[in-house]
């Protein structure tokens, strides 16, 4: 039988247990989410019907804090995912050392077949659904593919409504209006800049080397201009229609402006732009290849395919185990989803800290932590890689299980934490 996405993801936690001396304890811990809930949420839509839609809450670990991570919005969101990601980020936020535990959540539904005002709706329910599951001390909600600050902003409003007092810190990644965090818009991308530039004589490449971008929304779109900026070349964009490559560089204000109007399809033909099937960004090629959207984009199929010597991860998951083991042979270097990735939840953690203490930082103070926690963690991956002769992503596992090991053992053998 096929291994379902939770298993495929926990191989990662096994590989980084071989290089420490853990208690049997902390693996059971982390072997299966602490709590997942799920429920159907009813929606009335704007010809006055009702529909139903599957949503689920997981809080994979809390061990080191209350658990944190985004909502996703997806016409093929499932459990299997939910509890994956969450998995993921209980693994990131310890990366991090952030003072919280993994969770995820979703909502199996296509959001660009709403209207607004239903959209509205829908998430406005998931809060009444779920106002028992999270809580600013309890498990922290947060943007992810195809939900927005608007979105957040409506949530947290909701939420607002049900206790009946202001909680900004229940939910990030909101409109600054509501004590959104100045600097979160971007910070996905940002943090795998930051990881990018301080690895660059590690990594051999640098301004002038050639991008190719799969997925073109937060993620994605920031990450184009803030490589283009400093001189990197953009030879390839991608999102779920199309992929635009031109071999001497696309012109990311032209790219960004097709996407803001719509399409990226509009540029195709134009100067050399050569319109491609989204799924020909893998073998394009390049110097460093971000993937920015879904899991598994590099499997065992494809990824003999890759041209790149370095893959930035700013989407979760979006290379298989299988895929891992090929790139390694082959001299890729990637900078795992749990790291490269890290800067969204860590701009989290930041607006988190000032909803709490009701004071709030300056974006340029924003960006020197963030790029501070990213090159410290960064490189001490790094270095823990080159000197165990493992891959980045093998690393970063160890350095994260290392914290979370910590943590449970600190509890205490009888502590419900722990037992
Ligand atoms: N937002 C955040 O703060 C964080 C996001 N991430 C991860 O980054 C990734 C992207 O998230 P984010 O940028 O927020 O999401 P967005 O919803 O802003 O953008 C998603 C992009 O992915 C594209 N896409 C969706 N399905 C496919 C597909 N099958 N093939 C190619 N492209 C596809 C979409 O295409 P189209 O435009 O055509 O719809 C869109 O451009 C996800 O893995 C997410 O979990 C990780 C950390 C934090
Ligand atoms: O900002 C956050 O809290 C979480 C972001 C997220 O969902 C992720 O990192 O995958």
Redesign the pocket.
């Known amino acids: 039988m096929a291994k379902s996405q939770l298993e495929q993801a926990l191989t990662r936690l096994d590989d980084a247990a071989r290089y420490l001396d853990l208690d049997a304890d902390v693996l059971e811990k982390l072997k299966y989410p602490r709590e997942t809930t799920k429920m159907r949420l009813m929606v009335r839509m704007d010809d006055g019907s009702r529909k139903s839609f599957m949503a689920w809450r997981c809080r994979y670990d809390d061990t080191r804090g209350p658990t ?3 909502i996703r919005f997806h016409p093929e969101a499932t459990m299997d995912e939910v509890e994956t ?1 969450a998995f993921w ?1 209980t693994f ?1 936020c310890a990366v991090m050392n952030l003072p919280y535990g993994g969770g ?1 959540g979703a909502v199996q539904v296509d959001p660009h077949a709403l209207s607004k005002a239903e959209l509205e709706r829908l998430s406005r329910a998931y809060i009444q659904a779920f106002a028992n599951v999270i809580g600013p001390d309890r498990d ?1 909600p ?1 943007p ?1 593919v195809y939900t927005n600050a608007m979105i957040m902003g409506w949530m947290a409003d909701e939420y607002a409504n049900i206790v009946g007092k202001s909680s900004p810190a229940v939910i ?2 909101k409109p600054i209006a509501l004590g959104g965090s100045l600097g979160r818009e971007d910070a996905t991308a940002r943090g795998g800049f930051y990881l990018l530039r301080h690895l660059e004589r590690d990594l051999g490449v640098a301004p002038g080397s050639t991008v190719a971008i799969q997925g073109f929304g937060n993620a994605g779109t920031h990450m184009a201009r803030l490589v283009a900026d400093v001189g990197y070349r953009v030879v390839a964009v991608s999102d779920s229609r199309v992929t635009l490559y031109r071999r001497e560089g696309l012109d990311v204000d032209a790219v960004l402006a097709a996407k803001a109007g719509g399409s990226l399809a509009a540029l195709a033909g134009r100067d050399g732009v050569e319109a491609l099937p989204p799924e020909a960004i893998v073998g394009v090629d390049c110097d460093v290849l971000v993937p920015a959207a879904m899991e598994d984009l590099i499997n065992a199929a494809n990824a003999g395919e890759v041209k790149a010597r370095v893959i930035v991860e700013l989407a ?1 998951g979006p290379v298989t185990p299988e895929a891992d083991e090929i790139l390694f042979r082959k001299n890729v270097v990637v900078l795992p989803d749990i790291l490269a ?1 890290a800067g ?2 860590t701009v ?1 953690y930041y607006e988190w800290v000032q909803n709490r203490q009701g004071f709030y930082w300056t974006v340029s103070e924003i960006h020197q932590r963030l790029r501070a926690n990213m090159e410290t963690e960064g490189r001490a991956i790094w270095n823990l890689a080159k000197e165990k002769n493992i891959s980045v992503r093998s690393a970063a596992y160890v350095h994260a299980l290392k914290r979370l090991a910590e943590a449970i053992e600190a509890h205490g053998t009888q502590s419900y934490f722990a037992s």
């Open positions: 944190k991570g985004g990601l980020m990131k995820k922290i947060a992810d990030t990644g979760n990735n969204g939840v989290s």
